[in-house]
Nanobody
Framework: QVRLVESGGELVQTGGSLRLSCAAS????????MGWFRQAPGKEREFVAAIRWNPGSPFYADSVKGRFTISRDNAKNTLYLQMNSLKPEDSAVYYC?????????????????WGRGTQVTVSS
């Protein structure tokens, strides 16, 4: 089992920055592929970014490419999402997710472990 706990979400103005964190426990964090997803009110949950256990090349949704950076600290069992140049359309509940295996995926059904989410609100 893997337990994931997100933090760092808050209200921020357009153009501002936030860093989300996801603390993992219960299984060797370094062996997991980690991802961030988000869900806005009335919309389906969507992929944001993902990263392998050895960072390598992260994978981003087009909507956040160049503004968001996913990273991980395997020594601290923590995943991060640095979000810059935030827009109102980035407002959502952000979820941390984990999967085993070797393939980085943007499909939420491929991820077996989920946190409860943290709310990000970007005011216009």
């Amino acid at each position: 089992q893997v337990r994931l706990v997100e933090s760092g979400g808050e209200l921020v103005q357009t153009g501002g920055s936030l860093r989300l964190s996801c603390a993992a426990s219960g299984r060797t964090f370094s062996s997991l592929i980690m991802g961030w997803f988000r869900q806005a009110p009335g919309k389906e949950r969507e992929f944001v970014a993902a990263i392998r256990w050895n960072p390598g090349s992260p994978f981003y949704a087009d909507s956040v490419k160049g503004r968001f950076t996913i990273s991980r600290d395997n020594a601290k069992n923590t995943l991060y999402l640095q979000m810059n140049s935030l827009k109102p359309e980035d407002s959502a509940v952000y979820y941390c997710a984990a999967k085993s295996g070797i393939v980085v995926s943007a499909r939420q059904n491929d991820y077996g472990y989920w946190g409860r989410g943290t709310q990000v609100t970007v005011s216009s």
